[in-house]
């Protein structure tokens, strides 16, 4: 699978911004326009419960004006579900989410979850929406995605960006390792949680993951080096990685 490394920028951290004062600035669809003139190749958008920062207004705009596909991140719930039906995103990604979280913190249990995804996940590919779950890189939650026939497994690689060096060995090959296993059982293997310019080359350099989806860190970096700098270097270094 080793080829183009795909970049997601998710710009959910703009819209924190602008809600931490109210009004319309700055714009998450600007954001997700200048993510396409950078180098970005999606743009992806948590739809949280509490609409804590993406708001229903901004989906709508970024499906009647962007380019490029859009990832919707979203928990497995009736209310989210109907309003990826309504939008037809050209992905959705199912993530657990708890109200008291800062940030996503860890992987959806797809094994345990199993009969509470299987509807949730056949009526978006019914949709003709590309279903990915955001696990955990362990044997278990490939096996689950496996069973529940998703094209696409994100994992979650918080643990290895937040590892010390002796353990970041460890977590990078646990990454590989189950990488390899989604792309041996046809499943797209993808990777995103708190990469930097300074972590991303070694997952970006795993030749089975096929794109990473990065929001935190580049929405900050662009403070001090601008939106357009900040993409364009990490998808330099992920092209270097490849």
């Known amino acids: 699978m080793t080829g ?5 920028v998710n710009i959910d951290h703009v819209a924190t911004v602008r809600n931490a004062r109210g009004g319309a600035h700055p714009e998450p669809l600007r954001a997700a326009q200048i993510a396409a003139g950078a180098g970005a190749d999606g743009i992806t958008a948590h739809l949280r419960e509490d609409r804590r920062h993406i708001t229903d207004r901004d989906i709508e705009q970024l499906m009647a004006e962007i380019a490029l596909p859009l990832n919707l991140e979203m928990a497995a719930t009736d209310e989210m579900l109907a309003i990826a039906l309504r939008h037809r995103p050209h992905a959705a990604c199912i993530v657990p989410e708890r109200r008291q979280e800062r940030t996503t913190e ?47 497994v994100e994992f979650h690689t918080g643990r290895y960006a937040h590892s010390d060096a002796a353990n970041r060995e460890v977590e990078l090959r646990r990454i590989a390792d189950m990488a390899a296993l989604a792309a041996k059982n046809g499943i797209e293997p993808h990777a995103g949680h708190g990469l930097t310019f300074d972590n991303v080359q070694p997952v970006a350099a795993i030749p089975q993951i096929a794109e990473l989806n990065i929001g935190h860190f580049l929405i900050g970096e662009a403070i001090f080096t601008g939106l357009s700098g900040s993409i364009a270097r990490m998808r330099a270094l992920m092209d270097e990685a490849r």
Do not use: C
Not at 4 to 8: D, M, S, V
Not at 112 to 134: E, H, K, Q, Y
């Open 4 to 8: 183009r490394l795909r970049l997601g």
């Open 106 to 152: 860890g992987g959806l249990d797809a094994k345990g979850n199993r009969d509470t995804l299987r509807p949730i996940v056949s009526r978006l590919a019914d949709a003709g929406i590309r279903v990915s779950l955001f696990v955990e890189a362990t044997p278990a939650q490939v096996e689950a995605a496996v069973a529940l026939a998703v094209p696409v």
